[in-house]
């Protein structure tokens, strides 16, 4: 049995493995050097959560602390992957991806198609992103849907420590500009990680549970509130099959249609608002490929279109429940 | 009370926490002998069957087909016809109020696989029993030491037996130098150094057992008798196939058709073992090892080293095992280790005959070393 480490130590390790495998790998952010050097300090403290902590020592030169200024140090990061560097570049907060949107969507994403194929961009963004952390509608949200959108770039959302390590493997050695999106609640849990480095392919989706009743697709922290409900309604009888498309582009659309022709049903669990989501693009390409497999409505358990609440009490309302989930599902089992 | 015996969950392996009911194979009030299986379970991993380990009479059938319990809930209850029914019952009310199931945060219970430098590479392995003469279990291409998970337990009842995974394969270091069946049973001599074996029984399964061959050549005096389960290195035929797809195979829709050709019930080859072996054909270095292994075993799908004397000219006991419809590694091989091995052919079964006939496979095993 593997050893456990956190998701947060398994994407620490991915970046350590990956830079001492290629030292064309440079790792640009804010607060990387952050602490090294203060009185007391040996280390830097690795970012705001400490997510590349230890690793700006070990590979002298190649961790660079960049001034705040998400414009500048992205487009910096973008321009060095033309130019044969690997930049992984974190970006903190996903929310804060606006100021800099231009050098992803703009140029990042169309190099390859506008250079007639030759030129490459093997960037990564990483971000923090999702509810729970009690940081209000600025630190809060749930944006891979976004990127999604836009042709020329992959989008990942592990969402346990094994998928978080082999993603980002994969995303660094990807020769196009990968989002690499990490939901901030997610950072302590614990599973089984190999030591050594792995690769998982992208456009792969993981079955994280099989059931023949209900198929639920889910996204990043949700795949873990899915399984929760899948767990509670295996007591009820309800035996659903829980699918982590791990990547949202490229989508594994086969293996979703794969299993609603074997259950009829569809519950889409997605912590972002409702329109324009990916719930509703898998709802559109289910409904289109497999209708006639359908025996109900397809629900979508998503956030509601509001920005992210500061009230506690609000915030735990907005992020999509496994008791939401669980009565979605019972809604799609008896619906006649 | 003590005639009443109560049949549980039982835990294959570490990872196992419930196991599904899938039916019953005695009625209530059928008579039992020791070794009968009564009730058939299914874990993630695999299905298999709950055998009886004391005689008596099958008088419950607690949990009903489909019931899903946790490892160490009570399946039924066997015992002698004379025992009243209000006794039965009363151990069985007894028993519910009072079980409470590992919440599966207590992983320490059991023995856990370590690692072990040899010659500054690391192998994994796993070690159960204690004491007697100590066995060691090689598995096959591609395998590791969970191929064992139904096997290890049991044969480890009266003797230390370990598990290891060879060169390239699960756990234990990637490089497998020049991929021959010298150097990986170099590596087990290593191991044996390492861990303070003079010499041992070794099980093989597939090239498992062509390492412990080659190692019996090598080092005859560490070998004090040799179970060759569905060996190879016992005449040249192999499934190259099967082979070239098992290398070549890097997603689940192509793992899926060439890890079935391994057993007899298709239905086996679960999401679970299939994911599983992705995880680990992903590790860094696993694709260029099984390369190597295959390129110099078993290139242009025959197998390079024949070592079939081996087993013949030993002077130790030998037992072969084999499936009657193994599809990678032909049945007619069997007969290839020598006349004075001790041959059985388990009908109706495939290449992982361990896996699939476990209960019978161990018994055999433990009749052969007396």
Redesign the interface.
Known sequence: ??RKITYQQAINEALDQEMARDPRVIIMGEDNAGGAGAPGEEDAWGGVLGVTKGLFHKYPGRVLDTPISESGYVGAAVGAACNGLRPVAELMFVDFIGVCFDQIYNQAAKFRYMFGGKAETPVVIRAMYGAGFRAAAQHSQCLYNMFTHIPGLKVVVPSNP?DAK?LLIQSIRDNDPVIFLEHKVLYTMEGEV????????FG?A??AR?GDDVTIVAFGRMVNQALTAAAAL?NQGIHCEVIDPRTTSPLDEDTILESVEKTGRLVIVDESTPRCSMASDIAGIVAQKAFGALKAPIEQVTAPHVPVPFSDALEDLYVPSPARIEAAVTRVKEYR | MSAIHKLTMPKWGLSMQEGKVNGWLKEIGESIAVGDEIVEVESEKIAGAVEASVAGVLRRQIAAAEDVLPVGGLLGVVADAEVPDAEIDAAVADFLANFTPDSGEDEDAGPKPEKIEVGGRKLRYLKRGEGGEPMILVHGFGGDLNNWLFNHEALAADRAVYALDLPGHGESVKDVGDGSLATLASAVTGFMDAVGLDSAHFVGHSMGGAVSLALAQAAPARVKSLTLIASAALGDEINGAYLDGFVAAGDRRALKPVLTELFSDAGLVTRQLIDDMLKYKRLEGVDAALRTISGTLFGNGRQATVLASVAGGLGKPVLVIWGENDRIIPVAHARAAGKDALVEVLAGQGHMVQMEAANEVNRLVKRFLG
């Open positions: 049995m593997a094994y082999g190999p030591e050594e480095s792995y690769a998982i392919p792969e993981n079955v099989e295996q």
